[in-house]
């Protein structure tokens, strides 16, 4: 492994002679985010002279520094997890039509799905009815009901807001993709949560990339800072650290004392040649980017090793037990990262297919394996964030692209379904123990505070102190659907 | 719109800013009358490309230089952002562009034309960059981190900074084992009897193509002569030469290597 001094005597910036360059540089993280903006959206430098891109500070005081954004690919089941419906039970094996519940079948409500494929063999009406696959039980002082399948995050409830009441349009898995950037994939290809968040705030940690993410995903893009650049697209990182970053060390042999003196010949000729260009903000970009690349080959690596945490933390998060050791481990990555300075860290859990929440049939035994490899982990972060007091400061936020089916598909099975389901978050601003939202009684339509994805992003955005309206950039006109609106009654 | 393509193509910046959008949510032509003034001459002269090209790069505007030192003040203050091209714009090589340059100036390009795509897996075949596959699921991993093209439309590349095009240069076997060709190739011209500063020089005026200037060339002779120390300290086989495999390693990170001024 690689070790690099942080204080590296190799940037000592001699050379400047331009004050105006001086001055570029001395902007700080403006003088990469400054740089890259200017250059990856290009629309904005000659549109009418008022618009200016983002200074990186919140636009009012935030409530939150960070977010641990947690995606469950395939789509979470909400009534065998956060929103128990023991209707279910009582009507197991009923059409739904032959129930009180026959008017969630009104085609009006139905109208809500965007279809991308006709006749698709998944995402399909389920009319008989189909039973709880698992207990649940009330826990904490607020007595939330939590699935049996997650007794460490019910324990953990009181710290929670539960959404039991969100929707989306696209019934395949492109709603993965909506989840993140707001818009369905037949709009084309949009921003994404984190990179508008990477745009609108500044650095944390000079040493550290701001957006990060963890595990694949497949079935959605591979960028995520679209028409804001992909100075804009997290970096991802993988929880090894031997080998946590694409191109992290020398793939041939250099020593690092080699390579220093390199980096710091680069650091020293670039500031040369501002000498000769002191207006051109991507040189001022470049050389910072440099700094960062340089410092990030040993702070990745250093953020991903665990060797310095103690037993109890590993067993905390899992990370002693075959079951959880990978989500644990990249949980606390997320709370080391948090720790350190970083803005965003997007962890994806199990990509591959369709994502490995995706129970179509056998969904006993899918959706207990899957609860118990994140169970443990997740409510390891929440209590570890807690006790460093990190907690009050970062937003955890648990999502999937939506629902599954109250009736059943195959003999055990659920169907994809956009008309209701649950998500939460925790953290910086929220209210513990508090469910927000209801679905009907058998967990069909989101009836009682409806929310679409972008109020998730909308509440995440106004902890953060920041506008999506004052992020927005000419010629990029938004829709009043992709900024959202806050979900005020889980605040704080 | 194709004027406006043609001319962001070679200025780095379009008269209209909305390249993707000409319609009512465009924005206006930062320069109306040049842009009407182009069109209809490509228009009346058979919509002749070739011609319009030449048209733009034997023009004063594109024959200026991108320094802004030494500038009038009232020019810097009046047009910070060079709206009105009063000097060119430095644009960054597209990602092609960057790892054709790279197996050039190593001498192993293969510069013939057709034949079958290359997979994006096999990175290390010398062909022009532009025969890697790319789709919707195949990306050449160097190429992505120079923002490669997007596989939906043909707009506008970006242009960004991130500290991953700094590791992809600094450490992928690509610019790795070229780096070590080019050093190659410069003490083969050179002659083995060439000096460091010789060697210092040469490598900057082929890596960067400007000659250095005396800051820079002592700057480059200053690491070369810690680089051999240090080299000579670990017992490295040949410190000299591994000494200029480093320059040019840290001249092809320069920021001048993958901009055009």
């Not at chain 1, 199990?350 to 049939?361: E, F, P």
């Amino acid at each position: 492994m690689i070790r690099r001094n942080p204080g590296n005597p190799a940037f000592s910036g001699a050379g400047i002679h331009r004050r105006r360059f001086l001055a570029d540089m001395g902007m700080g993280f403006t003088g990469l985010a400054l740089g890259a903006m200017l250059h990856g959206d290009g629309i904005a430098r000659a549109s009418d002279g008022i618009w200016t891109p983002p200074d990186g500070k919140p636009h009012f005081a935030p409530k939150a520094k960070s977010v641990i954004w947690l995606f469950m690919n395939g789509g979470v089941s909400h009534m065998e997890t956060f929103d128990p419906k023991p209707e279910l039970n009582k009507y197991a094996g009923k059409s739904i039509t032959d129930t009180p519940y026959k008017g969630t079948q009104d085609p009006k409500k139905l109208a809500l799905s965007r279809v991308v494929v006709v006749n698709d063999a998944n995402g399909q009406s389920r009319l008989k009815l189909y039973p709880l696959q698992v207990g649940y039980k009330k826990y904490g002082q607020s007595g939330i009901e939590v699935s049996d399948w997650l007794p460490n995050i019910g324990n953990c409830i009181d710290d929670i807001a539960v959404v039991r009441s969100m929707w989306t349009t696209d019934n395949n898995h492109g709603a993965q993709t909506q989840f993140h950037s707001g818009r369905h994939m037949l709009d084309g290809e949009f921003p994404n949560l984190g990179a508008w968040v990477h745009y609108g705030l500044g650095t944390l940690n000079d040493n550290l990339p701001q957006y990060i993410s963890m595990g694949n995903r497949e079935y959605w893009n591979k960028t995520d800072g679209h028409y804001l650049g992909p100075a804009h697209d997290a970096v991802p990182v993988r929880v090894d650290p031997a080998n946590p970053l694409d191109y992290g060390h020398p793939e041939l042999d250099v020593t690092d004392a080699e390579q220093k003196l390199g980096f710091g010949l680069v650091d020293r000729l670039n500031r040369l040649r501002g000498v000769e260009y002191p207006d051109d903000p991507t040189l001022a970009a470049r050389i910072k980017s440099y700094e960062l690349a340089y410092r990030m080959q040993g702070s990745i690596p250093e953020a991903m090793d665990f060797r310095n945490e103690p037993e109890e933390t590993h067993r905390l998060y899992g990370i002693d037990n075959p079951v959880t050791r990978d989500f644990g481990s990249r949980m606390l990555a997320s709370r080391r990262l948090v720790e350190r300075g970083v803005r965003f860290i997007q962890v994806q859990d199990g990509a591959g297919g369709a994502g490995v929440w995706d129970a179509h049939g056998a969904l006993r035994a899918n959706h207990s394996g899957n609860c118990a490899r994140i169970d443990r982990p997740i409510a390891g972060l929440l209590q570890d964030l807690k006790r460093r007091g990190l907690l009050d400061e970062t937003l955890v936020v648990f999502c999937t692209e939506f629902g599954r089916t109250p009736g059943t598909q195959g003999s055990d099975g659920r169907d994809h379904h956009i008309y209701g389901f649950s998500v939460w978050m925790a953290g910086g601003g929220i209210k513990g123990g508090v469910v927000h939202g209801a679905t009907d009684d058998i967990g069909f339509h989101a009836e009682l505070d409806r929310h679409y994805v972008t109020d998730i992003h909308a509440t995440i955005l106004h902890l953060l102190g920041l506008d999506s309206r004052r992020l927005e950039i000419p010629g990029r006109k938004r829709l009043e659907i992709d900024h959202g609106n806050p979900i005020r009654e889980i605040m704080a | 719109m194709a004027v406006n393509h043609i001319w962001m193509r070679h200025f780095g910046t379009p008269l209209v800013p909305t390249v993707f959008d000409f319609g009512r949510k465009g924005s206006t032509p930062t320069h109306p009358a040049l842009l009407d003034w182009l069109a209809v001459d490509f228009m009346e002269h058979g919509w002749d490309m070739k011609r319009l090209h030449r048209l733009i790069v034997t023009s004063d505007a594109y024959r200026r230089g991108s320094s802004s030192a030494g500038a009038d003040p009232a020019t810097l203050a009046a047009d910070p952002e060079n709206r009105l091209y009063w000097r060119m714009n430095p644009t960054r090589m597209e990602a092609q562009v960057v790892r054709d340059s790279l197996l050039r100036l190593a001498g192993v390009l293969v510069e013939s034309s057709g034949g079958p795509p290359i997979a994006v897996t096999m990175e290390d075949i010398p062909r022009r960059s532009l025969y890697f596959n790319h789709s919707h699921n195949d990306h050449s991993k160097f190429l992505t981190t120079f923002d490669d093209a997007s596989v939906l439309d043909c707009y506008r590349r970006a242009e960004s900074v991130v500290p991953a095009q700094a590791l992809a240069l600094w450490n992928s076997k690509l610019s790795m084992t070229m780096g070590t060709r080019i050093a190659a190739r410069l003490n083969e011209r050179l002659g083995i009897d060439a000096t460091d500063s010789a060697f210092a020089a040469e490598a900057f005026r082929t890596i960067l193509a400007s000659p250095p200037n005396p800051a820079e060339l002592s700057a480059c002779e200053k690491t070369l002569a810690e680089l051999k120390t240090l080299l000579q300290k670990r017992g490295a086989a040949a410190p000299d030469l591994k000494a200029r495999e480093i320059l040019v390693q840290s001249l092809l990170n320069h920021n001048d290597f993958i901009t055009i001024r």
